[in-house]
C-alpha cells in the first residue's frame, strides 16, 4: 500500500507549453492533456511557465483562468500581446501651387501634338498663400511581451524653407508670395522672380522686350519685334519675323513664321509647333512638329514630334542627334541633314585653341615682365609696385587673365561637344526623300532614292551607312 502511495506522489501533469513569436509581440502557451492521475493545472503552474519563457508583458491575466476552467487543452492560446511602437510623422509643407513641369509636348491618339501640354512657367499672385508647414507628429514606444522596449521612430521636424520673393509668418508656418511673378522650387528652396507678361499681342504698342526675367506673351508677336529674356520666354499665338532672345527655354505654341527674317536663339531648350525661313540656334534640345527652309543648329537632339514630324528644305545641324517622320519632299527639295562633328564645329575648335594659346602666351610674357620689374627694384633697393609702368602691366595681365578665362569656358564647352557628338545617328521612321544630303561627322551621303524607315549612322570602318530601322 505504501508503495503505492509513493508511485502516485511521483507522477507529475505535463508541463505548459510557451511559445514566442519571432518579433516577441505574441506568446502562446498550450496546455497538455493531464492523465486521469495526473492532478490538475493551476494558475500558478501557468504563470511560472510564462515566467520560465520571459513573458512578462502584456498577459491576459483573465484567460488564465478560463483556459483552466474550460480544461482547453492541446491547442495554442494567444496569452499575451505587446504593444507595437508607432512610427512619428516627419514633419512636412503642403505646396500650393504646381511644381511638376513638362518639357515635352503631348502625343495625341491621332498623332497631332499638343503644344499647350508644355508647362514650364508656374504664376502666382501677391498674397498667395504657397506653402504651409505642418509640424512633425511625434512617434510612440512599444513593448514586446518579454518587456523589451520596442522605440518608435520619432517624427523629424523640416527647417524652414529658404529662397526669396515671399514672406513666411512668425511660426515658420505659412508662406505668402510677395509678388505676381514666377515660381521656382528645387529642394527646400523657392524662388518668386518677376514676370513680363503681355495680355494680346507683341507689337510696336509694347515695344521691344528686353526683361530680366521670364516672358510671357498670351497673344501673337508682330514683325519687327526683338525680345529678350534672362529666363524663358513663352508665345501663345503665332511669332512672325522677329527675333527672340532667351538665357532659358523658347516655346512657340503657334509656331514661327520667319520670312527670312525670324531668328531664335537659347540657351536652353527649344519648343515650337513649327519653324518656316527662320534661322534657329539652341544649346538645349529642340522639339517641334515641322522644319520649313529654316538654318538650325542644336548641341543636343532634335526630336521632329508626331506623324507629320518633318525637315523640308533648309539646313538642319544637332551635334547629339535627329529624329523625324520624314525628310525632304517629294519635290527633291535641296535638305541638308547633319549629326556629330561637323566641319564648322571643327573650325571652332581649332580657332577657340588657337586663340587660347595666344592669350596664355601674352598672360605669361606680362608676367615675366612684372617679374622683371620687380628684381629690378630688388638691385637697385627701389620701391617700383608704384612705378607707372609696372601698374600698366599689372592691368593688362588682370584684363588678359579675365579674357583668358572666357577662352578656357569655350574650349571646354566645345570640347564638351566634341565628347556629346559620339554615337550621332539619324533616325527617319517613315520616308526620305532624293534631295536630302545626309552627313555625320565629316562623311556625306547624298539621297538618291525614295527610303523608308531607316537609320543613317557610322560604322566601324567610320564609313556612313543607312540601315533599316
Known sequence: MAEQIKKKDNKRKPKPVVRVSYDEMEAFIMLPEPSEEDEMYTKEDLSGALTAAGVKYGIKEELLDKIIEDKAFGFDHSIAIGTPSVDGVDGYFEFNFNSEFSRKPTVRPD??????????????????VIAIYHEPIPGKDGMSVRGKLKKGKRGRPLPPLKGKGFDRSEDNKIYTSKMDGKIDKKNDRIVISPVYEVYGNADLSTGNIDFNGDVIVHGNVTSGMKIKAQGSVTVDGVTEACEIEAQGDIVLRGGMLG??????FAKGSI?????EYAIVESQGPIEANNFLNSKVYCEELITMNGKNG??????????????????GNDGELKTIIQVGVGVELLKRVNTLENELGETQSLVDKITE????????????????????????LVR??????AELAVRQEKVSHVHSLLERAKGANIKVMNQVFPG?????????????????YVKFIINEENILVMVPM
Do not use: C
Not at 259 to 264: N, T, V
Not at 271 to 275: G, M, N, Q, W
Open 310 to 327: 518633318s525637315i523640308v528644305g533648309g539646313e538642319v545641324s544637332s551635334i547629339k542627334g535627329i529624329v523625324a517622320n520624314t525628310l
Open 271 to 275: 519648343i515650337a509647333k513649327f519653324v
Open 369 to 392: 615682365g612684372i617679374r622683371q620689374f620687380d628684381e629690378l627694384g630688388k638691385e637697385k633697393n627701389v620701391d617700383v609696385r608704384k612705378d607707372e609702368r609696372r601698374v600698366a
Open 396 to 401: 593688362a595681365k588682370v584684363a588678359k587673365q
Open 111 to 128: 498623332g497631332s501634338v499638343d503644344y499647350w501640354s508644355v508647362h514650364l512657367v508656374e504664376i502666382v499672385e501677391e498674397g498667395q
Open 436 to 452: 536630302v544630303q545626309i552627313a555625320i561627322d565629316s562623311n556625306i551621303m547624298p539621297i538618291k532614292s525614295k527610303n523608308s
Open 259 to 264: 520670312k527670312k527674317r525670324g531668328r531664335l
